[in-house]
């Protein structure tokens, strides 16, 4: 089965540039997708297709696929963007896959 | 707008069964494949199978396969998940969630359901 691998935990200071990494065996052959998670709350689509990013979320949030890794970049980030993230790629033989997800704590 | 409402929380002893709906509106209920995802508390997210709204095909994740069913109701615009013979673990949060049009992410989820299981 294809596993993605992500860091348990992000901090970043406000201002700042948070960078969450996704691994996985040639990930850049597959699109990736990222999702937030505020604690209580439902997933939000923030990145589809590796970097394109759904209507309504802000330009701060970024993703790039190349070799084995993933990575989605929040830049200036903000209080609002504490949150659980969680990349997603669909693979043939496991059909949806997610990562281990990873906290981002703003201090 | 795009909705997909889910039932409330359940309660439920080891060996029973549990059946979560979503109801959805704001687009084409066959154009869309849903979903089910759950969530264990303080865990991460795990996906449970899909349904083809529009002729039924169901495809379940290894884990589940032989407990869960997937239904839909096409006059109610209603998914269905069904969990049966229930194990502690798997209490947890169920979503659903609405595949994007290339059913490679999911552009849309319901709320989640919490369902408990407990003796």
């Known amino acids: 089965s294809y596993v993605l691998t992500q860091p348990p935990s992000v901090s970043v200071v406000p201002g700042q540039t948070a960078k969450i990494s996704c691994g996985g065996n040639?990930?850049?052959?597959?699109?990736v997708h990222w999702y937030q998670q505020k604690p209580g709350q439902a997933p939000v689509l923030v990145v589809y297709d590796d970097s394109d990013r759904p209507s309504g979320i802000p330009e701060r949030f970024s993703g790039s696929n190349s070799g084995n890794t993933a990575t989605l970049t929040i830049s200036r980030v903000e209080a609002g963007d504490e949150a659980d993230y969680y990349c997603q790629v669909w693979d043939t033989t496991t059909d949806y896959v997610f990562g281990t997800g990873t906290k981002v704590s703003v201090l | 707008q795009v909705q997909l409402v889910q039932s409330g929380a359940e309660v439920k002893k080891p060996g029973a069964s549990v059946k979560v709906s979503c109801k959805t509106s704001?687009?084409?209920?066959?154009?869309?494949?849903i979903s089910w995802v759950r969530q264990a508390p303080g865990q991460g997210l795990e996906w449970m199978g899909w349904?083809?709204?529009?002729?039924?095909?169901?495809n379940y994740a290894q884990k589940v396969q032989g407990r869960v069913t997937m239904t839909t109701d096409t006059s109610t615009t209603t998914v269905y998940m069904e969990l049966r013979s229930l194990r502690y673990d798997d209490t947890a949060v169920y979503y659903c969630a609405r595949e994007n049009e290339e059913a490679t992410n999911f552009d849309y989820w319901g709320q989640g359901t919490l369902v408990t299981v407990s003796s």
């Open positions: 040639n990930i850049e052959s597959k699109s």
């Open positions: 349904i083809t709204v529009s002729n039924g095909n169901t």
């Open positions: 704001g687009y084409s209920f066959p154009s869309h494949v």
